[in-house]
T-cell receptor, first 110, second 116 residues
Framework: QKEVEQDPGPLSVPEGAIVSLNCTYS??????FMWYRQYSRKGPELLMYTYSSGNKEDGRFTAQVDKSSKYISLFIRDSQPSDSATYLC??????????FGAGTTVTVRA | SAVISQKPSRDICQRGTSLTIQCQVDSQVTMMFWYRQQPGQSLTLIATANQGSEATYESGFVIDKFPISRPNLTFSTLTVSNMSPEDSSIYLC?????????????FGEGSRLTVL
């Protein structure tokens, strides 16, 4: 069993839809939960990070962490074609070493 | 966030040769790491680049294959030695800035390596 599981998709949605992405994990020591966006042939770009459980909102992006269920989510509201990318969840146990999910490829259709 | 520059951005190499990738950051950072992203797969941590001392390697990665240097707080190199086609990957430098926590890890653009 992988330490971090993420549905690879692909996911295709119409412009303006809500995109819902999620990951599950097995390591209860994880304390930091991150979402990265990676455009083709580019490095991962940090979108959001959350410490421990709870919700965090930044513009059209909302990250949720449920440590009791070992489940994290990223929601993108009012999705735009520019949101088309691969989204990677990542987690760490406060040792700066990240464990990544496989990434979900999202396409937002104009 | 720090600006991270990697060189080369891409290269095509012959089997059996070695290639050194450079990572330069525009500000002093506390932690530097090297990750590998194999085709169609996610990122895997290779090692932590320690300033002035030997790197700390993750399970499955060894110094003879991936020697790493970090002579100062803003620069590191990763060498991929005796390359084989299985080493074809994107190699990414990542950093944690001074005063930042685990959740604030930033990546360079990556070095795309193809081994023939």
């Amino acid at each position: 069993q992988k330490e971090v599981e993420q549905d690879p998709g692909p996911l295709s949605v119409p412009e303006g839809a809500i995109v819902s992405l999620n990951c599950t994990y097995s390591n209860s020591a994880f304390q930091y939960f991150m979402w990265y966006r990676q455009y083709s042939r580019k490095g991962p770009e940090l979108l959001m990070y959350t410490y421990s459980s709870g919700n965090k909102e930044d513009g059209r992006f909302t990250a949720q962490v449920d440590k009791s269920s070992k489940y994290i989510s990223l929601f993108i509201r009012d999705s735009q074609p520019s949101d088309s990318a691969t989204y990677l969840c990542a987690m760490s146990a406060n040792d700066y070493k990240l464990s990544f999910g496989a990434g979900t490829t999202v396409t937002v259709r104009a | 966030s720090a600006v991270i520059s990697q060189k080369p951005s891409r290269d095509i190499c012959q089997r059996g040769t070695s290639l050194t990738i450079q990572c330069q950051v525009d500000s002093q950072v506390t932690m530097m790491f090297w990750y590998r992203q194999q085709p169609g797969q996610s990122l895997t941590l290779i090692a932590t680049a320690n300033q002035g001392s030997e790197a700390t390697y993750e399970s499955g990665f060894v110094i003879d294959k991936f020697p790493i240097s970090r002579p100062n707080l803003t620069f590191s190199t990763l060498t991929v030695s005796n390359m084989s086609p299985e080493d074809s990957s994107i190699y990414l430098c990542s950093v944690v800035g001074a005063g930042m926590n685990t959740g604030e890890l930033f990546f360079g653009e990556g070095s795309r390596l193809t081994v023939l």
